[in-house]
């Protein structure tokens, strides 16, 4: 499947070629979870999701679905109030129609823990040296991991600072664990930590801080997301 992914991203990447989301699938409007088993996940990440399903069952971890706008489905905080209107068009997730060539992955927030995992495959899509994972998407995943962890504990938050010290690099089609949690929170800031590391545990391939601020509730949400 990992081959018949990277054949068909060659194909739709070639001179000319214009990307484009599979036309049979809209993309907005629709509650499709991207987040479950597809045929393009390789058995490692089959079996760490399964080994987090099984975790699911007494309550300590949850699932979290992704849809094309998923913050209603982080438990927690009911954080987006009257501007609920404008979610979809503020929150897009990263997934994509094609299974397999991109961003495939399924998160696990541990409430308890303040800690969200991620189970991350990237595909061809994402391809920055030869055969690994650009940088700017381990970033994302990063970002989007580190950031649902945020919005877990504070609500409606955005990205202040992320550093990311890049150890090893991950290979497309390998499978990886962002692990991120939170270190503290001060205020509207809060303050998280992540290691991104092959599923074995041998290999740190990321590591990364980050501050999040919590939006002014104060401020209406045009007046955050314009130029200040
Ligand atoms: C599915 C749902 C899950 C979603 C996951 C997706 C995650 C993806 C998240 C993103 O990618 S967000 C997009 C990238 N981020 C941005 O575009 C943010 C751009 N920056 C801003 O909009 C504003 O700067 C920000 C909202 C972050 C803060 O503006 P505010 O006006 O609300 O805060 P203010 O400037 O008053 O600062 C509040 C406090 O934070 C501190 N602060 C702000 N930015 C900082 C910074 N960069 N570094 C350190 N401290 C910072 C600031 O000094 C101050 O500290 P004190 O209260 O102690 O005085």
Redesign the pocket.
Known sequence: MWRNCVRLARRGLGRGAVLRPDPTVSRCGVSKDYALPNSSWSQGMMDLYSRFLEMCKDGTWKRIPSYSN??DH?PGKAFWGVHSKYQPQL?Q?INMDTEGVGFEYAMFLNPSEKRMVCLFQPGPYLEGPSGFAHGGSTATII??TI??CA?FVAGRV????LSINYRNPIPLGSVVLVDSKVDQVE???VFLSCHVRSIDGQTLHAEATA?F?R??STKSLQQ?MSC?
């Open positions: 998923s913050v982080i929150w997730t970002d989007s950031g649902s919005t955005m990205t202040a600072n205020g509207r800031k501050l601020i939006l002014d955050q200040q």
